[in-house]
């Protein structure tokens, strides 16, 4: 259980995403950027209680990218979300490293602060 205040990393090349989450969620530390080497330095430098990580990074696909992500964030829960579910796609998230994957929409409301209650238990 964290004891302090949770602290997400949200990697999605639109910027509005980011300014969402932390105008619906101010009791949060979230940081931001826009693509998997700039998150790399971020899980250098921070420690996060889980990620964020939007399934297409512009050319990018976020599934693809999750091994670079798992070299530098140990253990810390990552959770792909899309705009565009497929069948498999949670598996596919799964077996390359990703807790989970849901669709960006389903975020707001509750579901953040389900989400790090399930990631943080």
């Known amino acids: ?40 330095i971020q899980l250098r430098n921070f420690s996060f209680d889980f ?12 599934i693809d990218e999750l091994h670079r992500l798992r070299e530098f964030s140990g253990d810390t829960r990552i959770i792909v979300y899309t705009n565009q579910m497929y069948e498999g796609m949670t598996e596919e998230a799964q077996s390359k490293g990703a807790f989970t994957v849901v669709k960006k929409g389903a975020l707001g409301g509750s579901l953040l602060p389900d989400l790090l209650e399930l990631v943080t238990a």
């Open 51 to 62: 990620i964020l990580l939007d399934q297409l990074l512009g050319p990018v696909k976020g």
């Open 1 to 40: 259980m964290i004891d302090s205040v949770p602290k997400i990393l949200v990697v999605d090349d639109d910027d509005l995403e980011p300014l969402f989450f932390k105008h619906e969620f101010p009791e949060y530390d979230i940081s931001s950027t826009n693509n998997i080497d700039k998150a790399i």
